[in-house]
């Protein structure tokens, strides 16, 4: 483009100036000399105020007190409701544990048993197996748990 230099910038915003001037807008912004003059007559006629001491800190944050983290509120503190009891395993759930411990041991310690390693390995893998798939197997899929249609998330 020709003519991009501050010159063309200066003469475009002095132009944009003038068309908002006759358009009427800025005649009541007073001008930069009644903005200094009533700046200066104003720190003239103002006394200044005497420097605020500094701020005293005493303690931690500020206060002059120390506070007491022991505990002098215990009767205030929240103590949670009794967990509801844990449900009765059933008799399928208890198998499936059965099994996994079962596998468990003879992966690790087959000779407690008096089992050989190449024996114990493979049936402790199917009882790991089995006991995994029991408990999944297990696991509830109820969908009428909540009969609103609503599963408890709140936003």
Partial sequence: ????????????????????????????????????????????????????????????RGHETEYDWAGDNDDEHYEPPEPPPLPRLRPATLVAIGLLITGVVLLILPGVIGMDARIATPIALVALASGIGLLLLRVRRNPHEYPDGDNGAQV
């Fill in 1 to 60: 483009m020709k003519g991009d230099g501050p010159e063309d910038i200066d003469a475009a915003f002095a132009r944009i100036v003038a068309d908002l001037e006759r358009e009427g807008i800025g005649r009541d912004v007073p001008s930069e000399a009644e903005v200094k003059s009533e700046h200066a007559e104003a720190t003239r006629q103002a006394e200044p105020d005497p420097p605020d001491p500094p701020p005293t800190l005493g303690g931690w």
